[in-house]
């Protein structure tokens, strides 16, 4: 619990991923960070990602087995938060319009839920398919 008068953390995991990528290879790179982190699944606020990965089963299913929302952003409100990324990618730029989905996703929506600046603490981290990273405000 914050002490009185200070806000509550909003802390947000950022996830991108190749298309067919697995709801378990999602899931197991996320408890590997929180572990790396010390920190427990409760203590995420939500799930977010790219516009562009709508639909995707594997997220869609992470979300839904973990109890998690999954917000979804546009090219636009991606690129708003590149310059606090740690490694943009051409790629990625080509594919989604944005240089980064798991960074950018994770800081655009701690940012939104909480109406307060967000900060990266773990940056992009990788599984075979798929991107995670943590951002909170």
């Known amino acids: 619990m914050a002490p009185?008068?200070?806000?509550e953390p909003v802390t947000i995991a950022g996830l991108g991923?190749?298309?067919g990528c697995t709801a378990a290879e999602l899931r197991e790179l996320l408890e590997r960070t929180l572990r790396q982190l010390a920190l427990p699944l409760g203590?995420?606020?939500g799930l977010a990602t790219s516009e562009h990965k709508r639909g995707e089963a594997g997220?869609?299913?992470?979300?839904?087995?973990?109890g998690l929302p999954l917000d979804f952003?546009?090219?636009e409100q991606l690129a708003c938060h590149e310059p606090q990324?740690?490694?943009?990618?051409?790629q990625v730029r080509e594919l989604t319009g944005a240089a980064s989905v798991?960074?950018?996703?994770?800081l655009a929506s701690a940012s939104e839920r909480s109406g307060r600046a967000a900060t990266l603490i773990c940056p992009k981290q990788r599984s075979a398919a798929?991107?995670?990273a943590i951002a909170r405000a």
Request: glycine share 6%; aromatic share 0%; with cysteine.
């Open 59 to 66: 997220l869609v299913q992470l979300a839904h087995d973990l």
């Open 85 to 90: 990324i740690s490694e943009g990618s051409e």
């Open 102 to 106: 798991a960074e950018a996703s994770a």
């Open 73 to 75: 952003h546009t090219a």
């Open 4 to 7: 009185v008068g200070t806000p």
């Open 43 to 45: 203590a995420l606020d």
């Open 17 to 19: 991923c190749r298309r």
């Open 130 to 132: 798929a991107t995670l």
